[in-house]
C-alpha cells in the first residue's frame, strides 16, 4: 500500500560529486621534493629544475634568487653522429660540420646568471 501523502519516488540522490572528483586529474605538484634527514636535524630539499630550449623561469636552488637560465649551446651527440654520417658518405670536406651549426643538433646548456651555478643540460 501507498500512503496518501508519501512522494511516489525513492529517497532523495546523494549530493553530486564536487568538481575535482567528478573531472578528475592530479593534486597539484611542486618542483621540490623533501629528503631525508639521518640524525633528526633540519630537512634538506632538493630542486627539480625543469629545462629546456629555451631559457627557464625558476629558483636557484644555490643562490636562492628567482632568475631566468642564462643558456649556452654547445653540439650534442646528434651533431657528432650526423656529422660523421655525412663525412661517411662522401662529404668530408666540410659539409660534415654543418650539423655543429644547427639548432636541432645542439644541446642547451643552463646555469644562473646570479652565482654561475650549473643547473642543468637539454638533450636533443
Request: some cysteine; hydrophobic content about 30%; overall charge neutral.
Amino acid at each position: 500500500m501507498v500512503k496518501p501523502n508519501a512522494p511516489p519516488y525513492g529517497p532523495p540522490p546523494a549530493a553530486p560529486p564536487s568538481y575535482s572528483q567528478a573531472v578528475g586529474g592530479v593534486p597539484p605538484s611542486s618542483p621540490f621534493t623533501p629528503g631525508h634527514s639521518l640524525s633528526g636535524g633540519p630537512t634538506i630539499v632538493t630542486t627539480v629544475v625543469p629545462v629546456g630550449p629555451q631559457p627557464t623561469h625558476t629558483i636557484c636552488p644555490y643562490c636562492h634568487a628567482e632568475i631566468d637560465t642564462a643558456t649556452k649551446t654547445e653540439p650534442g651527440l646528434i651533431a657528432y653522429i650526423s656529422g660523421v654520417v655525412i663525412a661517411l658518405l662522401g662529404c668530408w670536406l666540410g659539409c660534415c660540420l654543418i650539423p655543429c651549426c644547427i639548432d636541432e643538433c645542439m644541446d642547451v646548456h643552463h646555469n644562473c646568471p646570479n652565482c654561475k651555478a650549473y643547473l642543468g643540460r637539454y638533450r636533443r
